[in-house]
């Protein structure tokens, strides 16, 4: 809700969404002692962040396409929220099925292993093991045997509860002195020439509208998630529209179908590859919150 002495004052960080990023760089910006205020046009976390698998991993797959610090510096992040925020993040073994005639043949998968227990080399979690066919019949009586070469374990992390991680971010943020807003839309960037000046705001519950302005070494941050084109199309220059560069989202698309435990679902999460088109898919066993 807007409290009006908000936006008297000038901030150091202005940040466009209250999903994880929103509310991580807040925490950050906070704790440095910037002044710091993160808007959410929603609840927060109510964006992707809400919407995701919620693994805390340090991406596997880039692996394939050698981005190795990018791999390195998700894999320290990792181990940082273990050990930060034990109570909303824990370490999730994931098994994945290796069948001859799918896209990655074992010793990819093996190599893959090896390279992600090296990158991760200050984990606190096990490292992987490699599973021979017989092994992994033995553990998963259920999953399909044909060509089946055998399998292998790995951890990564989850965090079941990502809106409090959000939310905890947030805290400590406001805890540091931040503003944190929601249910309020930014609804125009005040541009001039390279730089963003401030933005103008309106209350999605009783629709009043305000200004938070900023000073001439203020970082405006987009963290609009999806929305990130469409907020830098709201810039203005002297009035008239002067959006801010060229489309930067692509957008990726995935489904989460939630079943009920039945008999022989796996114990462990599976990372898999569909046998019709290679399509990746994660089983994972859980609490739903309703
Ligand atoms: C299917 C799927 C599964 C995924 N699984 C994982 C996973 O397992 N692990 C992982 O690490 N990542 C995963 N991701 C990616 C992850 O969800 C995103 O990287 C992350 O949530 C992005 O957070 P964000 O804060 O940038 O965006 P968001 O969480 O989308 O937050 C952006 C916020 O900006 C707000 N906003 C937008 N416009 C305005 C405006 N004009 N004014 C004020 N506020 C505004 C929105 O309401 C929203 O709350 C997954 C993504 C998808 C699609």
Redesign the pocket.
Known sequence: MFDPSTAKQTYDVII????????SVARDAALRGLSTIV???????????????????GGLRYLEYFEFPLVREALHDREILLRNAPHLVNPLLLTIPIYGDRSRPYWKIWAGMCLYDVFSFDKTVPEHRMLPRRKFKQLFRAIEGDGLNGGAQYYDA?ASL?ERL?WENLRAAIDAGGVALNY????ELHRDGDRITGVS?CDELDGQTFEVYGHEKTIVIN??????D??CA?AKMNGKPAPIGTRKMGG?????IVVSPFPGAPDSALYVEAKSDGRPFLSCLGSVNT
Do not use: Y
């Open positions: 466009i969404g209250g999903g994880i990023n929103g509310a808007i959410e046009k929603n609840d927060f976390a109510s964006g992707s962040s809400s919407w995701s698998t919620r693994l805390v991993h989850q990502a959000c309020t839309r930014v609804t705001c963290t609009a998630g999806p929305w990130v469409r907020v709201t990726t698309k995935g489904s989460h």
